[in-house]
Each structure stands twice: as structure tokens, then as C-alpha cells.
Nanobody
Framework: QVQLVESGGGSAEPGGSLRLSCTAN???????IGWFRQAPGKEREGVAC???????TYAGPVKGRFIVSRDNAKNTAYLQMNSLLREDTAVYYC?????????????????????????????WGRGTQVTVSS
């Protein structure tokens, strides 16, 4: 059974940092990995994405604060979240989309545009809660 599992969520104070991980039980080499979040009462929105070739994209609200990366040897992607704001509080999900070679990732375009619908994602994790409060 294909699985994506998020971890690393928790509580942080404003200005603090957290690092989320997204680990797959399959080879991630040919997948783009996107990070999305859903705050209470709001639609899911894109946050950041890394293509199969390593190109990164970010939604406006997190640009300059969050960093997405991947370690294919560990079948894991990461979201380093710095300078956290209260409005970053949400359940964070990772998603995987088949993305071969240097092809542009439709999912990464959706993440950058903070899209709520991501029709090209092939797999989703169950999410991890991030709470930013003082």
C-alpha cells in the first residue's frame, strides 16, 4: 500500500521554527512533492513544492520564510518553516505527483498559486498539525 507520512508538526511560538518531514514507502525519485495546508474554517491552500528535478516553488505568504528540500536516498521531503506566524497554524499535508525529468510540475504550479484543488496529485499524506501561538 502506497503511503506518505508527515511528521514534525507541533507547537511553536511566533518567530520560531519547525521542520516537517514527508516520508514515502516508495521511491520518490520521479515525483514532485508538494506541501499544502488547511487552517480551521478555510480551504486547503498550496504552500511550497519541489519538482522531480529539484526546482522549488513557494506561495507568496511563505516565500523567504519556508524552505522545501528533498533527500531521495531517504525517500523523504522536508519543509523547513522559519519565522513562523500565527497565521501559519494549520494541518500540513504533503502530496506526490509523478514528475519525470525536467518537465514542469502542474502540482507545483498549483502550490505556488495557493490553489485548493490539486487534480494532478497522485498520493496524499494524512497531515500533521502545526500550531503557532505564544
Amino acid at each position: 500500500q502506497v503511503q506518505l507520512v508527515e511528521s514534525g508538526g507541533g507547537s511553536a511560538e511566533p518567530g520560531g521554527s519547525l521542520r516537517l518531514s514527508c516520508t514515502a514507502n516508495f521511491t520518490l525519485d520521479y515525483y514532485a512533492i508538494g506541501w499544502f495546508r488547511q487552517a480551521p474554517g478555510k480551504e486547503r491552500e498550496g504552500v511550497a513544492c519541489i519538482s522531480g528535478s529539484g526546482v522549488t516553488t513557494y506561495a507568496g505568504p511563505v516565500k523567504g520564510r519556508f524552505i522545501v528540500s528533498r533527500d531521495n536516498a531517504k525517500n523523504t521531503a522536508y519543509l523547513q518553516m522559519n519565522s513562523l506566524l500565527r497565521e501559519d497554524t494549520a494541518v500540513y499535508y504533503c502530496a506526490a505527483e509523478v514528475n519525470l525529468g525536467s518537465l514542469e510540475s502542474p502540482m507545483c504550479l498549483d502550490a505556488q498559486a495557493q490553489a485548493s484543488r490539486v487534480p494532478t496529485a497522485d498520493y496524499w499524506g494524512r497531515g500533521t498539525q502545526v500550531t503557532v501561538s505564544s
